[in-house]
């Protein structure tokens, strides 16, 4: 079992920048595509970005490509999304999710909520406007 904590998520201004984090016990995350997702109120969770395994790739929806930066640290067991140039559009509940990879060589991100086998509980980012 994993246990995934998001941390980092507040009130910004738009043109702001936040880093979100997601710590994970209970397994290595190093055995796992990580991948970000936010729901706005009234909206379906949407994919935002994702990382494989080993950190090699990475995927974003269009909408935050050249403003958001996913990163992981496997020696922290830790999984980052820096947000540049917030907009209001961007506000919403984030959450990190962990889809486990069996081999090491695995380097798909998947943008599917339905491929993820562990959720955290979400933290709120609200962009002012």
């Known amino acids: 079992q994993v246990q995934l904590v998001e941390s980092g998520g507040r009130l910004v201004q738009a043109g702001g920048s936040l880093r979100l984090s997601c710590a994970a016990s209970g397994h290595t995350l190093s055995e796992f595509a990580m991948g970000w997702f936010r729901q706005a109120p009234g909206k379906e969770r949407e994919f935002v970005a994702g990382i494989s395994r080993s950190g090699s790739n990475t995927y974003y929806v269009d909408s935050v490509k050249g403003r958001f930066t996913i990163s992981r640290d496997n020696a922290k067991n830790t999984v980052y999304v820096q947000m540049n140039n ?16 069996v081999s090491a060589l695995d380097r798909r991100v998947s943008g599917s909520p339905h491929t993820y086998d562990y959720w955290g509980q979400g933290t709120q980012v609200t962009v002012s406007s």
Request: glycine content about 6%; some cysteine; hydrophobic content about 25%.
């Open 86 to 101: 917030l907009k209001p559009e961007d506000t919403g509940v984030y959450y990190c999710a962990a889809d486990r990879r």
